[in-house]
């Protein structure tokens, strides 16, 4: 066996190089499988480090493809101490691009020194293909392979269709992707069936004249037995005003309860399952994005042992490849070297925390990539301890008030630029610390739907308010700002974001009691939205606004701290609505395109999607059915002419989640 290691040890470090600092010191740094390996390979990569400090040691894994530089793959994360070995999570790399000779380097850091050591190590990637003919091969996925397809011109494009060898389930596409000669071509095809015979065959467009390649045929595979899927009743079948063109359903179904969890999947209009990712315990598919991978929001070990409850971002494939990571502890070391106060490790305070002490928690909720350059944006909480009585708290003790922070990443997932709500804690026409959620929100140690809290306990009131529990982002192309939903407030807001330079003041905030008047064209008793979810400005920023109106406070007329002002309109109906309204930013004045009451009442989460044929899609993913049962409707309204109504020309239940897509395929989501 020892022999057998070190044969592989040497085979996969052909072209290492090691550079060291100071006292850290790298032990070993290997691969699971030797060099080369053909494309679709998992490669699990092993580091091992020394540190004369106390550390602990961090270590960062960046890939560089061939003839291209070395990009962060999975940013610092803490590693393990065994007999005085600092060991790496592993580093799983799967490389389905082109082949040639890869580099993956490890960078080990002592944060609390500063000492660095790196290798880096090249990796062969070989083909799929040999000769003439494309190959389709299984993935760990059985409802994904991998296509790969001879080099074909340069300045051209390929793309791959596919469909079933039997029956009338239209044809899928991917999108084009650019030729680069001599390589191959490898695709991920996803949305296909369990258990299928399909023939797929690429496209290859060379000035506007499109080629067709060989075909050949690939039979996935059964969906696992040891996940729990879940089923879907449709209620309302599609007719001619459907949009059928936009044939799958993206649901993020992940629950951070009950005693049955299902994998994320993408459905048909029927509810047939047509892919899936699963990454227990807990995971938030937060964003498809263009060309067929996710942004997901993930449970797994940071730099804080007290918990690991979404604390990584990770990019993936649709194979479930990690395209790229971050986790909390770094992002918290990134924003303190910005000067972020509020945004550090939660880790070292004395206890109880004493008034004025911050730190970050978790991702939650949202992240986006609509940026320019491929910028991301994430939502992060913010715990903070406040004097007390502060919201009306009555303990008597320090307040611990939840808030959040917006960060936004670069191309390579550095922070570049944050919103924190404290900073704008001063009243109108900012936030306001005084103003607390309006119904009164509260979060206690590991409350279901709450983040995962560090400086409440002894000495400090307990329960933490939760103060404004963002859950959308949107990045609004026109004026390059950025737009964000504030559950616990009922208000959309929006900041000054300009591409990086703005201030991050709150330029406005819509909703009851905030800066705009409604246009109340139907006399509705309460107008405005509430606990909304899933905010976006469509046709790329021109509007309208869609939004997903949960209705909790028209529902639950509140009485408590956060609704003393007279502003609150009466009370309104008992359903939760789909809304789109045009946005008048001069006037300040916003009018309904759409507000049709949904038939059912969800308190949680939530979606809303303008279609491209003018219908609209909507989600209410938490609907109490009995004591026992919460599900979900995927519904697609169509719109009557000349009013603010609509019609339902298809309805889905399904079990209850977060949120949900409409999409041609898995390739091409949404905008909003």
């Known amino acids: 066996m020892k022999t057998a290691k070190a044969g592989l040890w040497l085979a996969g470090m052909a072209g290492l190089t090691a550079q060291a600092h100071g006292a850290v010191r790298i032990g070993s740094f290997m691969p699971s499988k030797a060099s080369p390996q053909p494309i679709g390979q998992l490669i699990s ?69 500063g000492e660095t050591a790196s290798q880096t190590a090249t990796f062969q990637v070989n083909p799929l293909v040999t000769g003439s003919t494309p190959v389709a091969a299984a993935t ?42 001599p390589a191959t071509m490898t695709f991920e095809i996803a949305g296909m069936y369990e258990t299928t015979a399909y023939t797929m065959f690429s496209e290859t467009a060379t000035g506007g004249k499109i080629t067709k390649g060989p075909a050949v045929s690939f039979t996935t595979g059964a969906l696992p037995k040891s996940l729990t899927f879940p089923s879907f009743t449709v209620e309302v079948p599609p007719n001619s005003e459907t949009d059928t063109a936009e044939s799958v359903l993206l649901f993020s179904l992940s629950q951070f309860g009950g005693s049955t969890r299902y994998p994320d999947v993408a459905t048909d209009l029927s509810g047939k399952v047509l892919w899936f990712y699963s990454a227990p315990p807990v995971l938030l598919v937060t964003r498809p994005l263009y060309g067929g991978t996710i942004l997901t929001l993930q449970s797994g070990a940071a730099w804080n042992s007290a918990s690991n409850v979404l604390q990584l971002l990770r990019q993936i494939d649709l194979i479930g490849n990690i395209i790229k990571e971050t986790n909390t502890g770094v992002i918290q070391q990134q924003l303190v070297a910005l000067g972020a106060t509020d945004g550090g490790p939660c880790t070292g305070f004395p206890s109880p925390a004493p008034v004025g002490s911050a ?25 903070k301890i ?53 119904l009164g929100d509260i979060c206690t140690l590991n409350e279901e739907g709450c983040p995962p809290l560090f400086l409440l306990g002894p000495g400090i009131g307990t329960q933490a308010h939760d103060w404004l529990h963002a859950n959308a982002l ?44 409604f246009n109340n064209i139907n006399n509705d008793p309460w107008p405005w939205f509430s606990a909304q979810h899933e905010v976006g400005i469509e046709n790329n920023g021109a509007g309208p606004m869609t939004l997903f109106d949960n209705g909790d406070t ?87 002419p000349g009013a603010t109504t609509g019609t339902q020309v298809l309805n889905v239940q399904g079990p209850s989640g977060y949120r949900a897509w409409r999409m041609p395929n898995l390739y091409s989501p949404p905008l909003t």
Not at 158 to 172: H, I, L, N, W, Y
Not at 390 to 419: C, E, H, K, R
Request: net charge negative; glycine share 10%; hydrophobic share 40%.
């Open 45 to 113: 990569w092993q580091a091992t480090a020394a540190d004369s400090n106390a550390g602990p040691l961090t270590f960062q894994f960046n890939v560089g493809p061939p003839g291209g530089s070395l990009a962060l793959v999975k940013d610092f994360n803490v590693g393990t101490l065994h007999n005085k070995i600092w060991i790496a999570q592993p580093f799983v790399w799967t490389p389905t691009g082109i082949e040639g000779a890869y580099q993956i380097q490890v960078v080990i850091k002592d944060f609390t020194s």
């Open 140 to 181: 760990v996925n059985p409802l994904v392979a991998l296509f790969s397809a001879p080099s074909c011109p340069a300045g051209s494009g390929m793309r791959v269709k596919f469909q079933p060898q039997a029956g009338t389930s239209p044809a899928m596409t991917t999108n084009f992707a650019a030729c680069h000669p």
């Open 359 to 383: 730190c970050l928690g978790s991702f939650h909720h949202d992240a986006i990539r609509t940026l320019p350059n491929g910028y991301t944006a994430a939502i992060v909480d913010i715990e």
């Open 386 to 438: 406040f004097p007390p009585g502060t919201q009306g708290d009555t303990s008597g003790l320090p307040v611990d008030i939840i808030g959040d922070m917006i960060v936004v990443l670069d191309a390579n997932w550095q922070v570049v630029w944050y919103f924190d709500s404290f900073e704008h804690a001063g009243g109108a026409p900012q936030l306001d610390i005084n103003r607390p959620a309006v």
């Open 474 to 517: 949107y990045y609004w192309p026109q004026d390059n700002d950025i737009v964000w939903s504030s559950k616990d407030q009922d208000w959309v807001m929006k900041i000054d974001y300009q591409n990086g330079a703005g201030t991050g003041n709150v330029l406005w905030r819509m909703g009851v009691c905030g800066d705009f008047t």
């Open 554 to 640: 028209r529902v639950s007329r509140p009485s408590g701290p956060g609704s003393s002002s007279g502003c609150m309109p009466g009370l309104g109906s008992g359903n939760s609505r789909g809304m789109a309204l045009t946005v008048d930013e001069s006037s300040l004045q916003v009018t309904p395109v759409l507000s049709v009451d949904l038939g059912v009442f969800s308190n949680a989460g939530g979606s809303a999607q303008l279609l491209p044929n003018g219908n609209y899609f909507f989600i209410p993913p938490v609907v109490l059915l009995n004591l026992n049962s919460e599900v979900s409707y995927s519904i697609e309204i169509y719109p009557t």
